[in-house]
């Protein structure tokens, strides 16, 4: 069985965190992502969750962390400049092993920029926006439907990795409206509670993953954003304990990528230009790739659903036949510089950067389609 709804993409992320199972959400209303903020107000309540609307984005990010250690899947929402906020805590959330997933749905910036445009200014942003050594995890929908089913994946993958995800949408994505279609089997990942109270090491490295107990249900945990030992407790003067901790936190993502990283991709086999792209611009680049092929051009295109951890080996195999690779996104060049490393000179690597808020449309792809030639 199955369930249709035509709504707009922030409120099928809503929907998406309450069918995960999330049952709190800390925020600050921040245009473009506001709608995610009052369904959820709206529907929390009515399944045993709760809302708090923050005094700011700093304070959500804390909220949702201690949301999580309490035992519940929790959730944020928010844009460019709320996660410039976050960041400290979101580092925290990281070392502390913590899953959370943060909605970032994109607007034009730096700054307050275009708080109604859409843009996709906040990539790298999510990848090195706090310090430290870490490994993210961040999904880009390019439909409503996407923006459903991804927010679900984020929620599993924190809960699986122990690590806050994000979802990186944009504003076009989270304000246009679509036909979502909602399955009944759609697997959730639960967490675990561990069993043994008495011996439990919280941060044992045990497959670079531990289990997770919440506050409240017996457990001696000591949760600390310092350097610490598998027991919980600061160890900040040893570098072998530094080292064993950030390379077991970095090497959990890691050596999962061929689990995590996905993309989509068509026509790449025999292709000479091949389209990169993510997000909403993934709409725009099928069109002019249909429109490419129908005028005898060999162009494919590649759809990046997971920008981090970077799909390296996926991009360098899928563009191993081309002779350039046309990277569409919605800023001056963020993901461009991770394709072109991935490609590694094998092809050549371009650039189709659009701000101000307008999505690139077909006719400008194909006009660089032209611009680059091929066959």
């Known amino acids: ?91 925290y959330a990281f070392i502390s092993e913590t899953p959370i997933v943060i909605v970032n749905v994109q607007r034009g910036s730096p700054s307050t920029g275009q708080p109604t445009m859409a843009a996709q200014a906040d990539m790298m942003q999510a990848r090195w926006g706090s310090h430290g050594d870490y490994e993210p995890i961040a999904l880009s929908p390019s439909s409503v439907q996407e923006f459903f089913d991804f927010t679900i994946k984020a929620f599993n993958l924190a809960e699986q990795y122990r690590t806050p995800v994000f979802v990186l949408a944009d504003e076009v994505i989270g304000h246009m409206r679509e036909k979502i279609v909602v399955e009944d089997d759609i697997e959730v990942i639960s967490r675990e509670m561990p069993e043994d109270k008495d011996d439990f090491l919280p941060f044992e490295n045990v ?53 995590i990283c996905s993309v989509q991709s068509e026509n790449c086999e025999d292709a000479d230009i091949v389209i990169v792209s993510y997000g909403a611009p993934v709409r725009s680049v099928i069109t002019a790739t ?27 195999q899928l563009t191993k036949n081309a002779s350039d690779v046309l990277v569409v996104e919605m800023n001056l060049g963020q993901m461009y510089y991770e394709v072109d490393r991935a490609v590694n000179a094998t092809a050549n690597t371009h650039l189709l950067g659009v701000i101000g808020g307008l999505l690139p449309t077909p006719e400008e792809i194909l006009s660089k389609i032209e611009e680059i030639g091929g066959n």
């Open 207 to 259: 497959e670079g993953i531990n289990p997770m107990p919440s506050f409240g249900a017996g457990f001696n945990i000591h949760v600390t954003g310092l350097t610490h030992d598998e027991r919980g407790y600061p160890d900040t003067n040893s570098p072998e304990t530094h080292q064993t901790l950030v390379k077991r936190l970095c090497n959990k993502v890691l050596k999962n990528k061929d689990k």
């Open 290 to 316: 249909k429109e490419a092929r129908a005028n005898g051009k060999k162009v494919g295109y590649i759809k990046i659903d997971t920008p981090w951890p970077f799909p390296d080996e996926q991009i360098k």
């Open 1 to 91: 069985m199955s369930e249709e709804f035509f709504i707009q993409g922030n409120e099928a992320c809503a929907k998406g965190a309450l069918k995960a199972g999330c049952r709190f959400f800390a925020g600050y209303p921040i245009t473009p992502s506001t709608e995610v903020a009052e369904t959820l107000a709206r529907e929390l309540p009515k399944v045993g969750g709760a809302f708090v609307q923050m005094e700011d984005e700093i304070a959500s990010a804390g909220a949702i962390i201690g949301g999580s250690w309490g035992g519940s899947k929790s959730m944020t929402a928010t844009s460019g400049p709320g996660i410039s906020l976050m960041q400290e805590n979101i580092g």
